[in-house]
Protein backbone atom coordinates (compact mmCIF):
# COMPACT_ATOMS: atom_id res chain seq x y z
CA UNK A 1 0.00 0.00 0.00
CA UNK A 2 1.35 3.53 -1.20
CA UNK A 3 0.45 6.45 0.71
CA UNK A 4 1.45 9.75 -1.31
CA UNK A 5 0.45 13.68 1.00
CA UNK A 6 0.47 16.28 -1.45
CA UNK A 7 0.45 19.87 -0.10
CA UNK A 8 0.07 23.14 -1.49
CA UNK A 9 1.09 26.55 0.66
CA UNK A 10 2.35 29.62 0.62
CA UNK A 11 0.46 31.67 -1.81
CA UNK A 12 -3.18 31.17 -0.94
CA UNK A 13 -5.79 28.45 -0.46
CA UNK A 14 -3.71 26.43 1.06
CA UNK A 15 -4.19 23.00 1.40
CA UNK A 16 -3.13 19.11 1.43
CA UNK A 17 -4.44 15.49 -0.17
CA UNK A 18 -3.89 12.25 0.66
CA UNK A 19 -4.09 8.95 -2.27
CA UNK A 20 -3.64 5.54 -1.28
CA UNK A 21 -2.91 3.27 -3.82
CA UNK A 22 -3.77 6.00 -6.55
CA UNK A 23 -6.99 6.59 -5.02
CA UNK A 24 -7.97 9.80 -3.36
CA UNK A 25 -9.34 9.34 0.38
CA UNK A 26 -9.29 13.33 1.32
CA UNK A 27 -8.65 16.42 0.83
CA UNK A 28 -9.18 19.79 2.54
CA UNK A 29 -7.89 23.21 2.65
CA UNK A 30 -6.37 25.28 5.76
CA UNK A 31 -8.77 27.54 5.68
CA UNK A 32 -11.84 25.95 6.54
CA UNK A 33 -10.12 25.00 9.59
CA UNK A 34 -8.41 28.10 10.88
CA UNK A 35 -11.29 29.92 9.98
CA UNK A 36 -9.30 32.67 7.17
CA UNK A 37 -10.51 32.95 4.04
CA UNK A 38 -7.72 31.97 1.50
CA UNK A 39 -5.56 30.72 4.43
CA UNK A 40 -2.20 30.62 2.99
CA UNK A 41 0.00 28.94 5.91
CA UNK A 42 1.66 25.70 5.97
CA UNK A 43 -1.68 23.56 6.27
CA UNK A 44 -0.76 22.09 9.43
CA UNK A 45 -5.01 21.07 10.35
CA UNK A 46 -5.65 19.60 7.02
CA UNK A 47 -2.80 17.64 7.01
CA UNK A 48 -3.65 16.35 10.49
CA UNK A 49 -7.14 16.02 9.11
CA UNK A 50 -6.31 13.58 6.07
CA UNK A 51 -4.22 11.53 7.94
CA UNK A 52 -6.59 10.78 10.57
CA UNK A 53 -9.43 10.37 8.04
CA UNK A 54 -7.15 7.35 6.77
CA UNK A 55 -6.32 6.56 10.04
CA UNK A 56 -2.39 6.80 9.40
CA UNK A 57 0.69 8.53 10.84
CA UNK A 58 2.93 10.77 8.83
CA UNK A 59 5.56 8.26 9.16
CA UNK A 60 3.23 5.50 7.35
CA UNK A 61 3.33 8.25 4.52
CA UNK A 62 5.32 6.62 1.68
CA UNK A 63 5.68 10.20 -0.54
CA UNK A 64 5.26 13.90 0.26
CA UNK A 65 4.57 16.07 -2.37
CA UNK A 66 4.48 19.89 -3.05
CA UNK A 67 2.88 21.05 -6.14
CA UNK A 68 5.60 23.22 -6.94
CA UNK A 69 9.37 24.24 -7.32
CA UNK A 70 10.54 27.18 -4.96
CA UNK A 71 13.69 27.90 -6.93
CA UNK A 72 12.20 27.89 -10.30
CA UNK A 73 9.94 30.46 -8.73
CA UNK A 74 12.74 32.68 -7.45
CA UNK A 75 14.46 32.27 -10.61
CA UNK A 76 11.18 33.91 -12.02
CA UNK A 77 11.28 36.98 -9.32
CA UNK A 78 14.93 37.58 -10.08
CA UNK A 79 15.01 37.33 -13.74
CA UNK A 80 11.72 39.71 -13.70
CA UNK A 81 12.93 42.40 -11.48
CA UNK A 82 16.38 42.44 -13.20
CA UNK A 83 14.84 42.82 -16.60
CA UNK A 84 12.81 45.80 -15.36
CA UNK A 85 15.14 47.42 -13.07
CA UNK A 86 15.29 50.05 -11.01
CA UNK A 87 11.58 49.85 -11.51
CA UNK A 88 10.20 47.29 -8.67
CA UNK A 89 12.90 47.97 -5.72
CA UNK A 90 10.81 48.24 -2.89
CA UNK A 91 8.80 45.48 -3.95
CA UNK A 92 12.00 43.39 -4.33
CA UNK A 93 13.25 44.39 -0.69
CA UNK A 94 10.22 43.64 0.43
CA UNK A 95 9.63 40.16 -1.17
CA UNK A 96 13.59 39.13 -0.76
CA UNK A 97 13.80 38.63 3.22
CA UNK A 98 10.53 36.13 3.16
CA UNK A 99 12.44 33.69 0.46
CA UNK A 100 15.72 34.24 2.19
CA UNK A 101 14.31 33.04 5.25
CA UNK A 102 11.58 30.26 4.19
CA UNK A 103 10.62 29.94 0.52
CA UNK A 104 13.87 29.51 -1.15
CA UNK A 105 14.91 26.56 1.67
CA UNK A 106 11.38 25.34 1.52
CA UNK A 107 12.59 21.40 1.57
CA UNK A 108 13.84 22.19 5.14
CA UNK A 109 11.15 24.47 6.39
CA UNK A 110 8.51 21.81 5.17
CA UNK A 111 10.99 19.60 7.11
CA UNK A 112 10.41 21.05 9.67
CA UNK A 113 6.76 21.62 10.26
CA UNK A 114 6.13 17.94 9.06
CA UNK A 115 8.08 16.81 12.38
CA UNK A 116 4.98 18.99 14.16
CA UNK A 117 2.79 15.94 13.57
CA UNK A 118 4.69 13.00 14.32
CA UNK A 119 8.30 13.07 15.54
CA UNK A 120 9.00 9.45 14.34
CA UNK A 121 8.99 10.96 11.53
CA UNK A 122 13.04 11.74 10.16
CA UNK A 123 13.58 11.35 6.47
CA UNK A 124 13.61 14.02 4.40
CA UNK A 125 14.14 12.63 1.25
CA UNK A 126 10.15 11.28 1.36
CA UNK A 127 9.73 15.21 0.23
CA UNK A 128 9.70 16.06 -3.65
CA UNK A 129 8.59 18.75 -5.99
CA UNK A 130 5.92 18.80 -8.46
CA UNK A 131 5.81 22.04 -10.98
CA UNK A 132 3.23 24.32 -10.58
CA UNK A 133 1.28 23.76 -13.90
CA UNK A 134 2.07 19.86 -14.24
CA UNK A 135 0.44 20.04 -10.34
CA UNK A 136 -2.87 21.86 -12.13
CA UNK A 137 -2.92 19.69 -15.48
CA UNK A 138 -2.33 16.17 -13.20
CA UNK A 139 -5.49 17.38 -10.99
CA UNK A 140 -7.65 17.88 -14.23
CA UNK A 141 -6.50 14.91 -15.76
CA UNK A 142 -6.23 11.99 -13.73
CA UNK A 143 -9.62 12.08 -11.76
CA UNK A 144 -11.05 12.78 -15.10
CA UNK A 145 -13.27 10.16 -16.96
CA UNK A 146 -11.32 10.37 -20.12
CA UNK A 147 -8.27 7.94 -21.31
CA UNK A 148 -7.34 10.35 -23.67
CA UNK A 149 -7.72 14.17 -23.32
CA UNK A 150 -6.63 17.49 -24.15
CA UNK A 151 -5.71 19.40 -20.82
CA UNK A 152 -5.66 23.35 -20.60
CA UNK A 153 -4.56 25.26 -17.35
CA UNK A 154 -5.06 28.48 -16.91
CA UNK A 155 -4.08 30.87 -13.72
CA UNK A 156 -2.18 33.57 -12.31
CA UNK A 157 1.38 32.45 -12.58
CA UNK A 158 3.17 29.16 -11.12
CA UNK A 159 6.75 29.22 -11.51
CA UNK A 160 6.92 30.59 -15.16
CA UNK A 161 3.63 29.80 -16.99
CA UNK A 162 0.33 31.66 -17.02
CA UNK A 163 -1.32 28.95 -19.50
CA UNK A 164 -0.36 25.55 -20.35
CA UNK A 165 -1.83 23.27 -22.97
CA UNK A 166 -0.74 19.33 -22.19
CA UNK A 167 -2.15 15.78 -24.07
CA UNK A 168 -3.02 13.20 -21.54
CA UNK A 169 -3.48 9.52 -22.45
CA UNK A 170 -3.54 6.94 -20.06
CA UNK A 171 -0.74 7.25 -17.49
CA UNK A 172 0.66 9.58 -19.28
CA UNK A 173 0.63 13.18 -19.32
CA UNK A 174 3.18 15.65 -21.06
CA UNK A 175 3.19 19.81 -21.30
CA UNK A 176 3.40 20.65 -25.14
CA UNK A 177 2.89 24.38 -24.92
CA UNK A 178 3.02 27.06 -22.43
CA UNK A 179 2.41 31.00 -22.21
CA UNK A 180 4.82 32.56 -19.74
CA UNK A 181 4.96 35.46 -16.76
CA UNK A 182 4.27 38.48 -17.29
CA UNK A 183 1.83 37.75 -19.57
CA UNK A 184 -1.30 35.85 -18.05
CA UNK A 185 -4.80 36.04 -18.91
CA UNK A 186 -5.55 34.92 -14.90
CA UNK A 187 -3.55 38.75 -13.59
CA UNK A 188 -5.28 40.34 -16.50
CA UNK A 189 -8.90 39.24 -14.95
CA UNK A 190 -7.46 40.01 -11.15
CA UNK A 191 -6.08 43.59 -12.46
CA UNK A 192 -9.46 44.28 -13.75
CA UNK A 193 -10.89 43.26 -10.18
CA UNK A 194 -7.80 45.26 -8.46
CA UNK A 195 -9.27 48.21 -10.67
CA UNK A 196 -12.83 47.77 -10.07
CA UNK A 197 -11.95 47.71 -5.64
CA UNK A 198 -12.28 43.98 -5.19
CA UNK A 199 -10.06 42.06 -3.22
CA UNK A 200 -7.37 40.05 -5.80
CA UNK A 201 -7.50 36.33 -5.70
CA UNK A 202 -11.05 36.50 -3.65
CA UNK A 203 -12.95 39.14 -5.84
CA UNK A 204 -12.59 37.70 -9.31
CA UNK A 205 -16.39 35.61 -9.08
CA UNK A 206 -17.79 39.09 -8.00
CA UNK A 207 -16.41 40.68 -11.09
CA UNK A 208 -17.85 37.85 -12.99
CA UNK A 209 -21.00 38.46 -10.97
CA UNK A 210 -21.35 41.79 -12.39
CA UNK A 211 -20.66 41.62 -15.74
CA UNK A 212 -24.25 41.01 -17.06
CA UNK A 213 -25.18 44.55 -15.19
CA UNK A 214 -22.96 45.86 -17.41
CA UNK A 215 -22.34 46.37 -21.53
CA UNK A 216 -18.92 45.34 -22.98
CA UNK A 217 -18.13 48.61 -24.47
CA UNK A 218 -14.03 48.57 -23.28
CA UNK A 219 -13.43 44.99 -25.07
CA UNK A 220 -11.99 46.49 -27.74
CA UNK A 221 -10.35 48.92 -26.34
CA UNK A 222 -8.91 45.88 -23.83
CA UNK A 223 -7.71 43.84 -26.70
CA UNK A 224 -6.42 46.95 -28.72
CA UNK A 225 -4.27 48.89 -26.05
CA UNK A 226 -3.65 46.50 -23.15
CA UNK A 227 -2.80 43.25 -24.81
CA UNK A 228 -1.59 41.35 -28.35
CA UNK A 229 -4.07 38.57 -28.76
CA UNK A 230 -3.45 36.30 -31.55
CA UNK A 231 -6.07 34.38 -33.98
CA UNK A 232 -4.92 30.79 -31.94
CA UNK A 233 -5.68 32.59 -28.52
CA UNK A 234 -2.32 32.88 -27.55
CA UNK A 235 -1.52 36.59 -26.46
CA UNK A 236 1.02 38.91 -24.62
CA UNK A 237 0.20 41.84 -22.33
CA UNK A 238 0.91 45.32 -22.86
CA UNK A 239 3.27 45.71 -19.10
CA UNK A 240 3.23 49.53 -19.57
CA UNK A 241 -0.47 49.48 -18.30
CA UNK A 242 0.55 47.22 -15.33
CA UNK A 243 2.70 47.46 -12.09
CA UNK A 244 2.25 43.41 -10.82
CA UNK A 245 5.75 42.38 -12.25
CA UNK A 246 7.14 44.79 -9.77
CA UNK A 247 5.39 46.91 -8.00
CA UNK A 248 2.88 46.54 -4.77
CA UNK A 249 -0.42 47.46 -7.17
CA UNK A 250 -1.90 45.30 -10.29
CA UNK A 251 -2.07 48.36 -12.49
CA UNK A 252 -0.64 51.61 -12.81
CA UNK A 253 -1.91 55.31 -13.54
CA UNK A 254 -1.45 54.21 -17.77
CA UNK A 255 -4.25 52.18 -16.90
CA UNK A 256 -6.54 54.55 -15.05
CA UNK A 257 -5.73 56.99 -17.58
CA UNK A 258 -6.51 54.33 -20.20
CA UNK A 259 -10.26 53.95 -18.93
CA UNK A 260 -10.69 57.79 -17.85
CA UNK A 261 -11.01 56.93 -13.98
CA UNK A 262 -9.10 56.08 -10.91
CA UNK A 263 -8.80 52.40 -9.04
CA UNK A 264 -12.61 52.07 -7.41
CA UNK A 265 -11.87 52.55 -3.57
CA UNK A 266 -14.60 50.14 -1.86
CA UNK A 267 -14.50 52.54 1.14
CA UNK A 268 -15.76 55.60 -0.82
CA UNK A 269 -16.72 54.58 -3.89
CA UNK A 270 -20.63 53.02 -4.58
CA UNK A 271 -20.68 50.72 -7.94
CA UNK A 272 -21.20 52.85 -11.14
CA UNK A 273 -22.76 52.00 -14.31
CA UNK A 274 -18.80 52.37 -15.38
CA UNK A 275 -17.91 49.68 -13.13
CA UNK A 276 -20.33 47.00 -14.81
CA UNK A 277 -19.40 48.38 -18.24
CA UNK A 278 -15.56 47.09 -17.05
CA UNK A 279 -16.41 44.05 -15.41
CA UNK A 280 -18.64 43.32 -18.63
CA UNK A 281 -15.82 44.09 -20.93
CA UNK A 282 -12.99 42.13 -18.90
CA UNK A 283 -15.30 38.91 -18.93
CA UNK A 284 -15.93 39.20 -22.56
CA UNK A 285 -11.95 39.87 -23.54
CA UNK A 286 -11.76 36.46 -20.96
CA UNK A 287 -14.24 34.57 -23.46
CA UNK A 288 -12.72 35.76 -26.14
CA UNK A 289 -9.27 34.07 -25.77
CA UNK A 290 -10.77 31.19 -24.25
CA UNK A 291 -12.58 30.24 -27.41
CA UNK A 292 -9.85 31.03 -29.57
CA UNK A 293 -7.75 28.89 -27.12
CA UNK A 294 -9.89 26.10 -27.25
CA UNK A 295 -10.95 26.36 -30.99
CA UNK A 296 -7.42 26.13 -31.77
CA UNK A 297 -6.38 23.33 -29.80
CA UNK A 298 -9.92 21.40 -30.74
CA UNK A 299 -8.50 21.89 -34.47
CA UNK A 300 -4.92 20.90 -33.82
CA UNK A 301 -5.11 17.86 -31.57
CA UNK A 302 -8.46 16.25 -32.88
CA UNK A 303 -8.94 14.84 -29.50
CA UNK A 304 -12.56 15.04 -28.55
CA UNK A 305 -12.22 15.28 -24.65
CA UNK A 306 -11.01 18.34 -22.85
CA UNK A 307 -10.06 18.91 -18.86
CA UNK A 308 -9.37 22.05 -17.31
CA UNK A 309 -7.44 23.44 -14.28
CA UNK A 310 -6.12 26.35 -12.76
CA UNK A 311 -8.08 29.44 -10.90
CA UNK A 312 -9.52 30.91 -14.19
CA UNK A 313 -11.55 26.82 -14.74
CA UNK A 314 -13.51 28.35 -11.99
CA UNK A 315 -14.80 31.11 -14.40
CA UNK A 316 -18.29 29.35 -14.65
CA UNK A 317 -18.66 31.58 -17.32
CA UNK A 318 -16.63 31.30 -19.64
CA UNK A 319 -16.97 27.27 -19.44
CA UNK A 320 -20.15 27.64 -20.17
CA UNK A 321 -19.74 29.51 -23.66
CA UNK A 322 -17.10 26.35 -24.48
CA UNK A 323 -19.27 24.11 -24.14
CA UNK A 324 -21.99 25.82 -26.04
CA UNK A 325 -19.58 26.04 -29.24
CA UNK A 326 -19.26 22.23 -28.89
CA UNK A 327 -15.49 22.06 -30.17
CA UNK A 328 -15.05 19.29 -27.67
CA UNK A 329 -17.67 16.21 -27.08
CA UNK A 330 -16.99 16.56 -23.35
CA UNK A 331 -15.75 19.02 -20.89
CA UNK A 332 -14.28 17.87 -17.24
CA UNK A 333 -13.26 20.50 -14.67
CA UNK A 334 -11.35 19.88 -11.45
CA UNK A 335 -13.77 21.02 -8.47
CA UNK A 336 -10.33 22.51 -6.64
CA UNK A 337 -9.19 24.20 -9.90
CA UNK A 338 -7.53 26.78 -8.06
CA UNK A 339 -4.18 26.22 -6.18
CA UNK A 340 -5.67 23.80 -3.33
CA UNK A 341 -6.26 21.73 -6.43
CA UNK A 342 -2.86 21.53 -6.51
CA UNK A 343 -2.27 19.47 -3.81
CA UNK A 344 -4.17 16.59 -5.10
CA UNK A 345 -2.30 17.01 -8.82
CA UNK A 346 0.79 17.05 -6.65
CA UNK A 347 0.18 13.55 -5.55
CA UNK A 348 -1.49 12.49 -8.61
CA UNK A 349 1.05 13.17 -10.89
CA UNK A 350 3.75 11.35 -8.53
CA UNK A 351 1.80 8.19 -8.29
CA UNK A 352 1.05 8.16 -12.23
CA UNK A 353 3.85 10.02 -13.74
CA UNK A 354 6.49 9.16 -11.58
CA UNK A 355 5.79 5.70 -10.14
CA UNK A 356 4.61 4.74 -13.43
CA UNK A 357 1.34 3.54 -12.35
CA UNK A 358 -1.39 2.67 -14.79
CA UNK A 359 -4.95 4.39 -14.47
CA UNK A 360 -7.26 1.08 -13.97
CA UNK A 361 -10.84 1.83 -13.60
CA UNK A 362 -10.97 5.12 -15.63
CA UNK A 363 -14.32 7.44 -14.18
CA UNK A 364 -14.17 10.69 -12.11
CA UNK A 365 -12.52 9.71 -8.86
CA UNK A 366 -13.39 13.11 -7.48
CA UNK A 367 -16.53 11.25 -4.91
CA UNK A 368 -18.49 14.44 -6.01
CA UNK A 369 -15.82 16.56 -4.56
CA UNK A 370 -16.95 15.37 -1.05
CA UNK A 371 -13.71 14.39 0.47
CA UNK A 372 -13.81 16.92 3.69
CA UNK A 373 -14.70 15.52 7.44
CA UNK A 374 -17.81 14.28 8.40
CA UNK A 375 -19.35 13.78 11.75
CA UNK A 376 -21.63 10.80 13.36
CA UNK A 377 -24.72 11.81 14.93
CA UNK A 378 -23.45 10.80 18.66
CA UNK A 379 -20.89 13.05 18.34
CA UNK A 380 -23.19 15.93 17.15
CA UNK A 381 -25.93 15.31 19.83
CA UNK A 382 -22.90 15.75 22.65
CA UNK A 383 -22.10 18.73 21.19
CA UNK A 384 -25.29 20.43 20.59
CA UNK A 385 -26.07 19.59 24.10
CA UNK A 386 -22.67 21.52 25.04
CA UNK A 387 -23.75 24.42 22.95
CA UNK A 388 -26.83 24.61 24.59
CA UNK A 389 -28.61 24.31 21.96
CA UNK A 390 -32.56 22.90 21.59
CA UNK A 391 -32.70 20.12 18.63
CA UNK A 392 -34.90 17.21 17.65
CA UNK A 393 -33.34 13.89 16.33
CA UNK A 394 -35.08 12.72 12.99
CA UNK A 395 -35.09 9.60 10.75
CA UNK A 396 -33.22 10.22 7.03
CA UNK A 397 -37.09 10.18 5.65
CA UNK A 398 -38.51 12.60 7.73
CA UNK A 399 -35.65 15.07 7.55
CA UNK A 400 -35.75 15.11 3.53
CA UNK A 401 -39.76 15.27 4.51
CA UNK A 402 -39.66 17.99 7.04
CA UNK A 403 -37.08 20.22 5.36
CA UNK A 404 -39.14 20.12 1.72
CA UNK A 405 -41.62 21.50 3.49
CA UNK A 406 -40.39 24.02 4.97
CA UNK A 407 -38.31 25.00 1.98
CA UNK A 408 -41.72 24.87 0.06
CA UNK A 409 -43.06 27.68 2.57
CA UNK A 410 -39.86 30.08 2.49
CA UNK A 411 -38.10 29.34 5.12
CA UNK A 412 -33.81 29.34 4.76
CA UNK A 413 -32.40 26.21 6.24
CA UNK A 414 -28.39 25.28 6.88
CA UNK A 415 -27.33 22.10 5.28
CA UNK A 416 -25.03 20.18 7.31
CA UNK A 417 -24.78 16.77 5.55
CA UNK A 418 -22.08 14.15 5.18
CA UNK A 419 -17.97 15.04 3.64
CA UNK A 420 -17.36 18.77 3.72
CA UNK A 421 -16.80 19.55 -0.04
CA UNK A 422 -13.39 20.16 -1.48
CA UNK A 423 -12.79 23.59 -3.90
CA UNK A 424 -14.91 26.66 -3.60
CA UNK A 425 -18.27 25.71 -4.00
CA UNK A 426 -20.59 24.61 -1.66
CA UNK A 427 -22.45 20.95 -3.05
CA UNK A 428 -24.71 19.78 -0.83
CA UNK A 429 -22.70 19.24 2.04
CA UNK A 430 -22.23 22.60 3.71
CA UNK A 431 -24.61 24.09 2.26
CA UNK A 432 -27.50 27.37 2.81
CA UNK A 433 -31.06 25.94 0.75
CA UNK A 434 -33.99 28.26 0.12
CA UNK A 435 -36.73 27.97 -2.46
CA UNK A 436 -35.94 29.31 -5.88
CA UNK A 437 -39.69 30.18 -6.99
CA UNK A 438 -39.45 33.11 -4.20
CA UNK A 439 -38.65 36.72 -6.36
CA UNK A 440 -37.66 38.07 -2.58
CA UNK A 441 -34.93 35.43 -1.88
CA UNK A 442 -31.92 36.70 -3.63
CA UNK A 443 -32.08 40.11 -1.98
CA UNK A 444 -33.03 38.77 1.10
CA UNK A 445 -30.33 35.93 1.06
CA UNK A 446 -27.59 38.06 0.26
CA UNK A 447 -28.79 41.01 2.72
CA UNK A 448 -29.55 39.14 5.93
CA UNK A 449 -27.96 35.75 5.88
CA UNK A 450 -24.93 36.08 3.43
CA UNK A 451 -24.35 40.17 4.50
CA UNK A 452 -22.95 40.67 1.40
CA UNK A 453 -23.67 42.99 -1.76
CA UNK A 454 -26.85 42.38 -3.22
CA UNK A 455 -25.96 42.17 -7.06
CA UNK A 456 -24.46 38.59 -6.15
CA UNK A 457 -25.85 35.73 -7.88
CA UNK A 458 -27.27 32.14 -6.28
CA UNK A 459 -26.71 28.43 -8.07
CA UNK A 460 -29.29 26.15 -8.56
CA UNK A 461 -28.97 22.53 -7.40
CA UNK A 462 -31.00 20.69 -9.82
CA UNK A 463 -32.13 17.01 -10.66
CA UNK A 464 -29.84 15.24 -13.08
CA UNK A 465 -32.46 14.12 -14.60
CA UNK A 466 -34.70 17.39 -14.90
CA UNK A 467 -31.37 19.39 -15.74
CA UNK A 468 -32.38 19.97 -19.28
CA UNK A 469 -36.17 20.88 -18.38
CA UNK A 470 -35.35 23.74 -16.40
CA UNK A 471 -32.00 24.70 -17.94
CA UNK A 472 -30.21 25.22 -21.78
CA UNK A 473 -28.37 22.45 -20.73
CA UNK A 474 -28.15 18.21 -20.92
CA UNK A 475 -24.85 17.02 -19.36
CA UNK A 476 -23.40 16.56 -15.91
CA UNK A 477 -22.25 19.28 -14.02
CA UNK A 478 -21.70 18.05 -10.46
CA UNK A 479 -19.49 20.75 -9.82
CA UNK A 480 -21.35 23.69 -10.52
CA UNK A 481 -18.65 24.91 -13.25
CA UNK A 482 -21.14 25.67 -16.02
CA UNK A 483 -23.22 28.39 -16.44
CA UNK A 484 -26.35 27.83 -18.93
CA UNK A 485 -29.73 30.04 -19.60
CA UNK A 486 -32.84 29.02 -17.76
CA UNK A 487 -35.16 27.39 -20.66
CA UNK A 488 -37.28 29.80 -22.45
CA UNK A 489 -40.54 28.23 -21.14
CA UNK A 490 -39.68 29.11 -17.78
CA UNK A 491 -38.62 32.37 -18.50
CA UNK A 492 -40.39 35.91 -18.15
CA UNK A 493 -39.83 38.18 -20.87
CA UNK A 494 -38.92 41.99 -19.50
CA UNK A 495 -41.35 44.83 -20.27
CA UNK A 496 -39.84 47.60 -22.41
CA UNK A 497 -40.32 49.46 -19.20
CA UNK A 498 -37.98 46.63 -17.44
CA UNK A 499 -35.26 47.15 -19.84
CA UNK A 500 -34.90 50.66 -19.47
CA UNK A 501 -33.80 49.93 -15.99
CA UNK A 502 -29.96 50.40 -14.97
CA UNK A 503 -27.68 47.96 -13.14
CA UNK A 504 -28.68 46.64 -9.87
CA UNK A 505 -32.57 48.06 -10.57
CA UNK A 506 -32.98 45.03 -12.88
CA UNK A 507 -32.43 42.87 -9.83
CA UNK A 508 -35.87 43.85 -9.04
CA UNK A 509 -37.93 42.46 -12.18
CA UNK A 510 -39.19 38.60 -11.93
CA UNK A 511 -37.27 37.26 -14.65
CA UNK A 512 -38.31 33.49 -14.41
CA UNK A 513 -40.38 31.11 -12.70
CA UNK A 514 -37.59 30.19 -10.70
CA UNK A 515 -36.60 34.22 -9.74
CA UNK A 516 -34.18 33.52 -6.99
CA UNK A 517 -31.76 31.33 -9.15
CA UNK A 518 -31.75 33.30 -12.61
CA UNK A 519 -29.52 36.16 -12.86
CA UNK A 520 -30.11 39.16 -15.19
CA UNK A 521 -29.23 38.19 -18.29
CA UNK A 522 -31.79 34.59 -17.77
CA UNK A 523 -28.51 32.91 -16.93
CA UNK A 524 -27.83 30.33 -13.90
CA UNK A 525 -24.38 28.12 -12.41
CA UNK A 526 -25.86 24.68 -12.33
CA UNK A 527 -25.43 21.94 -9.85
CA UNK A 528 -26.70 18.98 -10.99
CA UNK A 529 -27.47 16.82 -8.02
CA UNK A 530 -26.81 12.52 -8.26
CA UNK A 531 -28.11 10.12 -6.27
CA UNK A 532 -25.20 7.83 -6.56
CA UNK A 533 -22.52 10.50 -4.94
CA UNK A 534 -25.05 12.64 -2.41
CA UNK A 535 -28.10 10.49 -1.65
CA UNK A 536 -29.39 12.98 1.15
CA UNK A 537 -29.30 15.66 -1.22
CA UNK A 538 -30.72 14.19 -3.92
CA UNK A 539 -33.42 12.72 -1.68
CA UNK A 540 -34.04 16.08 -0.54
CA UNK A 541 -34.74 17.78 -3.62
CA UNK A 542 -36.94 14.92 -4.90
CA UNK A 543 -39.00 15.68 -1.80
CA UNK A 544 -39.17 19.49 -3.01
CA UNK A 545 -40.47 18.73 -6.07
CA UNK A 546 -43.41 16.18 -4.86
CA UNK A 547 -44.64 19.36 -2.84
CA UNK A 548 -43.83 21.98 -5.67
CA UNK A 549 -43.83 20.10 -9.16
CA UNK A 550 -39.67 22.14 -9.07
CA UNK A 551 -37.11 19.83 -9.41
CA UNK A 552 -34.51 23.38 -8.03
CA UNK A 553 -33.06 24.53 -5.21
CA UNK A 554 -31.23 27.63 -4.32
CA UNK A 555 -27.80 26.15 -3.09
CA UNK A 556 -25.27 28.85 -1.66
CA UNK A 557 -21.79 28.43 0.49
CA UNK A 558 -22.80 28.20 4.40
CA UNK A 559 -21.02 31.16 5.25
CA UNK A 560 -21.36 34.38 5.35
CA UNK A 561 -19.44 36.97 3.40
CA UNK A 562 -15.85 36.95 4.45
CA UNK A 563 -15.88 33.44 6.06
CA UNK A 564 -14.71 30.47 4.88
CA UNK A 565 -17.37 27.79 4.22
CA UNK A 566 -18.06 25.88 7.62
CA UNK A 567 -16.25 22.81 8.86
CA UNK A 568 -17.13 22.09 12.00
CA UNK A 569 -20.65 21.48 14.00
CA UNK A 570 -19.63 24.27 15.89
CA UNK A 571 -19.07 26.87 13.15
CA UNK A 572 -22.15 25.98 11.54
CA UNK A 573 -24.54 26.73 14.90
CA UNK A 574 -22.32 29.74 15.34
CA UNK A 575 -23.44 30.92 11.79
CA UNK A 576 -26.85 29.77 12.23
CA UNK A 577 -26.99 32.13 15.56
CA UNK A 578 -25.31 35.02 14.27
CA UNK A 579 -27.90 34.82 10.82
CA UNK A 580 -31.60 35.33 9.66
CA UNK A 581 -31.07 31.59 9.07
CA UNK A 582 -34.66 29.95 9.57
CA UNK A 583 -33.40 26.28 10.49
CA UNK A 584 -30.11 24.24 11.11
CA UNK A 585 -30.37 20.33 9.89
CA UNK A 586 -26.99 18.50 10.80
CA UNK A 587 -27.25 14.97 10.00
CA UNK A 588 -30.21 13.93 11.72
CA UNK A 589 -30.97 16.79 14.01
CA UNK A 590 -33.16 19.89 13.04
CA UNK A 591 -33.08 23.10 15.15
CA UNK A 592 -35.55 25.97 14.85
CA UNK A 593 -34.04 29.55 15.69
CA UNK A 594 -37.30 30.55 16.97
CA UNK A 595 -36.59 27.46 19.61
CA UNK A 596 -32.96 28.64 20.61
CA UNK A 597 -31.86 30.42 23.55
CA UNK A 598 -32.09 34.25 22.72
CA UNK A 599 -29.11 34.80 24.75
CA UNK A 600 -27.39 32.89 22.53
CA UNK A 601 -27.60 35.07 19.05
CA UNK A 602 -24.51 36.21 18.15
CA UNK A 603 -23.22 39.42 16.36
CA UNK A 604 -22.08 37.69 13.16
CA UNK A 605 -21.91 40.46 10.53
CA UNK A 606 -18.99 42.54 11.78
CA UNK A 607 -16.40 39.47 12.80
CA UNK A 608 -15.11 38.54 9.47
CA UNK A 609 -13.10 40.36 7.25
CA UNK A 610 -14.88 42.17 3.92
CA UNK A 611 -14.02 39.75 1.23
Not at 118 to 127: G, T
Not at 420 to 438: H, Q, T, V, Y
Amino acid sequence: MTNILGISAFYHDSAASLIVDGEIKAAAQEERFSRKKHDASYPFNAINYVLKEQGITLNEVDHIVFFEKPFLKFERLLETYMAFAPKGFKSFSLSMPIWLREKLFQKKFLFENLKRHDDKFNDMNKIKFSEHHFSHAASAFYPSPFKKAIVLTLDGVGEWATTTLAIGKGNNLRILKEIYFPHSLGLLYSAFTYYTGFKVNSGEYKVMGLAPYGKPKYKELIIKKLMDLKEDGSFKLNMKYFNYATGLTMTNKNFSNLFGQPVRDPKKDLLKEFHMDIASSIQAVTEEVILRLTKNIANEYSISNLCLAGGVALNCVANGKILKEKNFENIWIQPAAGDAGGSLGAALAYWHSELKNPRNDVRDKMSGAYLGPKYENDLIENKLKSLEANFKKKTDSEISILVANELSNNKTVGWFQGRMEFGPRALGGRSILADPRSDKMQKELNLKIKFRESFRPFAPSVLREDVNEWFDLDCDSPYMLFVSEVKKDKQISMTEKDKMLFGIDKLNVKKSYVPAITHVDYSARIQTVHKDTNPKYYNLIKEFKKITNCPVLVNTSFNVRGEPIVCSIEDAYNCFMGTNLDILVIENFILYKDAQNKSLIKDYKNKFELD
